[in-house]
């Protein structure tokens, strides 16, 4: 059974340092892998999708690696802004064309002003 | 831009009690998605949903849950018999093809008293 886990569980960073969040899953067979922000009380904001064959992908300050193989996948964070506070989940696409979504436990991130 | 839009935001009903939680996906979206998550806990895939019948269903998803696209727009999650542990935020998603970006809504919030 495909298992995701998001380490550190929390983090806080002062304003304007780079970050990088971890996700690891235990089967490699995935379609792809999403990584979405959730605010408090709020759905979930997609911000990058990459598939399996894919090893990054970029969306203004935000790149996520995949690195298929050994199971891991990273989104980094530049020059960080209060408003990137928020939980960062990251979600393997399996099953069928990899329509289902597993996903970890997040990443709770805050930035301090 | 089009978002996937859920109703009520929050429902409360007695145990043992029918809800149906409404979703519209967006208009172009081929795949239809419903995910829960419990308070505090992991973001878990019910059930997706392609060309009118259930593509693949979690375990989570027995005879107590159906879903249905009763017209063009609407995509419904019905739990029948409500239960305690059934209380949770549930999100609806779609996407265009199964191996795309999922976009998700912003939740019902159901409470079972």
């Known amino acids: 059974k495909q298992e995701v886990t998001q380490i550190p569980a929390a983090l806080s960073v002062p304003e304007g340092e780079n970050l990088v969040l971890n996700c690891s899953f235990t089967?490699?067979?995935?379609?792809?892998l999403q990584w979405f922000r959730q605010d408090p009380g709020k759905g979930l904001t997609s911000l990058l999708l990459?598939?399996?064959?894919?090893r990054e992908q970029t969306s203004g300050r935000l790149n996520a690696s995949l690195d298929k193989s050994s199971g891991r996948s990273t989104l980094y964070i530049a020059a960080s802004q209060p408003g990137d506070s928020a939980t960062y989940l990251c979600?393997?696409?399996?099953?069928?064309?990899?329509?289902?979504?597993?996903f970890g436990g997040g990443t709770r991130l805050m930035v301090k002003p | 831009e089009p978002e996937v839009t859920q109703t009520p935001s929050h429902q409360v009903t007695q145990m043992g009690q029918e809800v149906i939680l409404r979703c519209v996906p967006i208009?172009?979206?081929?795949?239809f998605y419903w995910y829960r998550q419990i308070l505090g806990q992991k973001v878990e895939f019910l059930v997706s949903?392609?060309?009118?019948?259930?593509?693949?269903k979690s375990e989570i998803f027995d005879d107590q849950f159906s879903v249905e696209r009763p017209d063009g727009s609407n995509f419904t999650l019905k739990i029948r018999s409500t239960k305690l542990e059934d209380s949770a935020m549930y999100f609806c998603?779609?996407?265009?093809?199964?191996?795309?970006?999922?976009?998700f809504g912003p939740g019902t919030r159901l409470t079972v008293l």
């Open positions: 998603a779609s996407s265009e093809q199964g191996f795309n970006t999922q976009y």
């Open positions: 089967d490699s067979a995935i379609y792809n």
């Open positions: 990459i598939q399996s064959s894919q």
């Open positions: 979600a393997v696409g399996v099953g069928n064309a990899g329509n289902m979504l597993t």
């Open positions: 208009s172009n979206h081929l795949y």
């Open positions: 949903f392609y060309n009118n019948e259930i593509s693949e």
